[in-house]
């Protein structure tokens, strides 16, 4: 069966869901976006990404067409029109079409998507062994000129640092504020752990507000092991005992080496492991139900 996309209020075809080459999230990357996880049947905190979608869009004075709950339904539409039990959701917000110039009241109607489909961003193994990556050279956006806390559709940023990523043979890289402190990676927040406690970069720096970073911290909370959000250099991250990512594609995923240097003994962490398995517990059991 072919993949039904909502696009503008209908729910098309794959090969008929077409966004006008006129429009400004292609033209310019003037758009917000979600992506969003299935699991069991049910949309994983979709209460939290859709705020953080209206957040972002408020950010950029994009008018969002449809209420929260209204985009809502159009989510659980498409998953029920997908027979989606288990898998990740692709949900955009445009500026819809315009001109060939930048201004933005030249485009009266946003474009709305939602593509709900399957997803593996890393294989079994690296779960399994770990992660090497690699410290890019490309650094994070200033918060100063485009704030990473917006999740616009312009990831350009993001990409150039995956280049090197792939041009190394590594799946992940640690991006750098322009100050020099370690900052997220090219998709996914980073924790290290040491000691009696979690560390992890400030939001104030220009880091994405991971709903799946909110999930670690709490159910590091429910451990009984506290999570500091403080700024440090990469020496922190050679040294730390365990060093894991965070995201909604990636879930949770260890990390073992970094630039060459092992972490730890170099094998995924117990804390990792512990928390990989309170993660896919939590996921398995909540949520909003798809089908009634």
């Known amino acids: 069966m072919s993949l039904l996309v909502y696009l503008n209020g209908e729910l098309v075809p794959e090969a008929e869901a077409k966004v006008s080459v006129f429009d400004h999230g292609v033209l310019y990357g003037d758009g917000v976006f979600e992506g969003i996880r299935v699991y069991n049947g049910r949309v994983f905190r979709l209460q939290q990404h859709l705020e953080r979608l209206y957040d972002s ?9 449809l209420t929260m709950e209204e985009l809502t339904e159009a989510t659980l539409e498409t998953c029920r029109a997908n027979k989606l039990s ?22 009266p109607k946003p474009t709305v998507f939602i593509i709900a489909d399957c997803i593996e961003l890393y294989p079994e193994e690296y779960y399994e062994n770990g992660l090497e990556v690699i410290t890019c050279a490309t650094r994070r956006n200033s918060p100063d000129a485009l704030d990473p806390a917006i999740k616009s559709l312009n990831y350009l940023n993001n990409i150039l640092a995956k280049i090197e990523t792939a041009r190394a043979g590594v799946p992940e890289g640690i991006m750098l504020s322009s100050d020099g402190y370690v900052a997220e990676c090219t998709g996914d927040n980073i924790f290290l752990a040491r000691d009696d406690h979690v560390i992890t970069p400030p939001i104030s720096i220009g880091n994405l507000r991971g709903i ?3 999930v670690v911290i709490e159910l590091l ?4 092991i506290e999570t500091h959000e403080e700024l440090f250099r990469l020496l922190e991250v050679y040294n730390a005992q365990e060093v894991f990512l965070t995201g909604t594609a990636a879930e949770i995923v260890p990390v073992v080496r970094v630039d060459g240097r092992p972490i730890g003994d170099g094998k995924p962490g117990q804390l990792t492991g512990e928390l990989r398995a309170r993660f896919r517990e939590l996921t398995w059991s909540e949520g909003l139900p798809i089908y009634e």
């Open 221 to 224: 909370a429910e451990m009984g």
């Open 86 to 107: 288990d898998g990740y959701i692709r949900l955009v917000v445009t500026r819809g079409r315009g001109d060939l110039g930048l201004d933005p009241r030249k485009c």
């Open 212 to 214: 799946t970073r909110q």
């Open 57 to 65: 869009a408020a950010a950029i004075m994009l008018s969002v067409p």
